[in-house]
């Protein structure tokens, strides 16, 4: 069975830090792309960053560019999202995503709420 487990979400006031985890089993780990994915309160989903199979290349939506940092483990086949420097349009639902052709698999998502 597939599964992809987020943790690590909770509540933080501005300015502060984060570390969300997602935790794979079921499938080829070393293999995926891996992604973070968000929805704020209301709104689509929004890609925030990625992370190729063996992790040389991220990538950035720009609007957090600078504040978080992707990377992953294929030994423990975790990947994380190091955030920092949070602000209130981070508040969100994150879910760890990967893929690799026509696989998709998601995460039931972790929430992160940024207020004072």
């Known amino acids: 069975e597939v599964q992809l487990v987020e943790s690590g979400g909770g509540l933080v006031q501005p300015g502060g830090s984060l570390r969300l985890s997602c935790a794979a089993s079921?499938?080829?780990?070393?293999?995926?792309?891996m992604s973070w994915v968000r929805q704020a309160p209301g709104k689509g989903l929004e890609w925030v960053s990625d992370?190729?199979?063996?992790?040389?290349?991220?990538r950035y939506v720009d609007s957090v560019k600078g504040r978080f940092t992707i990377s992953r483990d294929n030994a423990k086949n975790t990947v994380s999202l190091q955030m920092s420097s949070l602000k209130a349009e981070d508040t969100a639902v994150y879910y760890c995503r990967g893929t690799i052709g026509s696989n998709d698999f998601w995460g039931q998502g972790t929430q992160v709420t940024v207020s004072s």
């Open positions: 992370i190729n199979s063996v992790g040389g290349t991220t």
């Open positions: 079921g499938f080829t780990f070393s293999r995926y792309a």
